[in-house]
């Protein structure tokens, strides 16, 4: 009886735990902090669990520089609701270090880009630096579009969007670049995200 009480208890506890996040409302994120509540290079990886649950899928996301003998970054995935946490593989206090956004979290900007529906153009329009939309190119099927990814550990946030139908022969125009629709915000102030496909 004792056994199935402390289970019902772990249960409900995560459960619990876990409905903190309301995906129905807008969580607004800021460059170089992230989440107000869980800011990156504070935040350590049991807060998450604790806030988020333990259901989340862990990978090794890419070594940060393969000449040198640093830290690898994984990949800490809650898909259902859309938010990636990052920690280094060295650190003993697993701090995030980024954060990435996806579908279906439900977010903006300081600035009102929202993912899923605000455009790169968007961005662009609110940016008062010289950022521009940068295209990295896997093979036919798979490009995107990314405004500040090479410029991350000054701005602390970078955008991303899918482009389908990429045609290898013919670059996209200036105006289709910006009509992307924004399917990936990243968090981080580090540029390991320069190694990010």
């Given at each position: 009886m004792k056994k199935i009480l402390l289970f019902l208890f772990i249960t409900v506890s995560y459960t619990i735990n876990a409905q903190k996040i309301d995906l129905k409302k807008?969580?607004?994120?800021?460059?170089?902090?992230?989440?107000?509540?869980?800011p990156i290079d504070k935040t350590t990886l049991p807060e998450i669990i604790k806030a988020f649950g333990n259901d989340y899928e862990k990978s090794e996301d890419f070594v940060i520089n393969e000449n040198e003998q640093l830290p690898k970054l994984y990949e800490l995935n809650y898909k259902k609701f859309g938010i990636s946490f990052y920690i280094l593989s060295n650190d003993n206090n697993q701090t995030i270090r980024a954060i990435k956004f996806t579908k279906p979290f439900n977010t903006l900007t300081e600035n009102k880009i929202k993912l899923g529906i605000s455009t790169l153009g968007d961005v662009l329009k609110h940016t008062q630096n010289s950022s521009k939309i940068s295209v990295s190119v896997k093979n036919k099927k798979e490009a995107s579009a990314h405004i500040n990814k090479f410029k991350l550990a000054e701005t602390g946030i970078s955008f991303s969007a899918k482009i389908a139908n990429y045609d290898t022969n013919k670059y996209p125009s200036k105006k289709q670049l910006e009509a992307l629709v924004i399917d990936e915000i990243y968090i981080s102030n580090y540029q390991h995200v320069l190694l990010i496909n």
């Open positions: 807008n969580s607004t994120i800021i460059p170089k902090v992230g989440l107000k509540n869980y």
